[in-house]
């Protein structure tokens, strides 16, 4: 088998479906498996995949365990080359599968791989090429530096906006709603870390795959659709809060050590604040901007 690839699903029938319509419409000679894992849906996901992709291999949790866990799941059952994450959320093309196996199999250094993504509305989706959110990154990119001075290194290390979206290069983490990972990239860094419950686990795997020594990849040769969740609506609660706890999480396992108290205190202060800010701003939104 040379690629596996995993869907985590909750509760989006008809993304997941539109999902598998287009990896199974791939034009490839490689041979693939699909697994799916449902987090407990209640919108009738199981059944419908069932009906439709008899072929999937479908597991089914009764209740929600989160990406990392869930991914995990099915990365034990696997049995390909490689293994694809591959959000529920996301289109791929017909040739996007025969083009990253290609580049991965020519290219050994490679431990982790991603593609150009892009926005329902034509933009690039940045987080499928990034830096690391290093205490500096993370200060110039929530204070909006990053806006500013587009084009400056110095202030783009987390987005990378300064490079070319359409050129290939080594970066430092992709996003988890499509990355290719080589089965010898797994075996020696192990899976995704179960502490992050939906955020924070690709950058924190990317990490981990760097340390170990392997190239991590932005190849735009190939895109796919990513139909995110409209900004401008309000998100749960718990959303909101598991992407905090994830940058508490990634600094305290990776960057802890290695500064003194004072920037870490700011960092804890910082993401404390933005948290507050998120909370207050998406009340709002729920509630139409009219605080009750």
């Not at 319509?21 to 199981?46: C, I, L, R, W």
């Amino acid at each position: 088998m040379d690629l596996s690839i995993i869907i985590v699903s909750y509760n989006t029938i008809e993304l997941t479906l539109n999902a598998l319509q287009s990896v199974f419409n791939s034009a490839t000679s490689y041979q693939f498996e699909v697994f799916v894992v449902d987090n407990a849906s209640e919108d009738g996901s199981p059944a419908a995949i069932k009906e439709r992709y008899p072929q999937v291999r479908l597991l089914t949790n009764d209740q929600n365990l989160g990406f990392s866990k869930a991914n995990n799941q099915a990365i034990r059952l696997t049995c390909g080359r490689y293994v694809l994450l591959l959000n529920s959320d996301t289109v791929v093309h017909q040739e996007t599968l025969d083009v990253m196996l290609r580049y991965m199999d020519a290219h050994h250094d490679v431990g982790a791989a991603g593609c150009k993504v892009i926005l329902p509305d034509g933009s690039l989706d940045k987080a499928c090429k990034r830096g690391f959110p290093t205490p500096s990154a993370s200060f110039y990119y929530a204070f909006g530096f990053s806006k500013f001075f587009p084009k400056a290194p110095r202030f783009n290390g987390y987005q990378l906006g300064y490079l070319n979206p359409d050129e290939s290069y080594p970066v430092d983490c992709l996003v988890g709603a499509f990355m290719l990972v080589r089965r010898e990239t797994i075996d020696q860094v192990g899976m995704l870390d179960e502490a992050f419950f939906m955020y924070g686990e690709d950058i924190d795997w990317c990490y981990r795959i760097k340390e170990a020594g392997w190239v991590v990849y932005y190849y735009p040769q190939t895109s796919i659709i990513h139909y995110k969740r409209a900004s401008s609506r309000a998100k749960p609660v718990p959303i909101i809060y598991a992407f905090h706890e994830a940058m508490l999480l990634f600094h305290r396992k990776h960057y802890r050590q290695r500064y003194p108290f004072y920037i870490n205190g700011l960092v804890y202060a910082g993401i404390y604040v933005k948290l507050g800010l998120a909370l207050l701003a998406n009340r709002l939104k729920r509630f139409g901007g009219k605080p009750s």
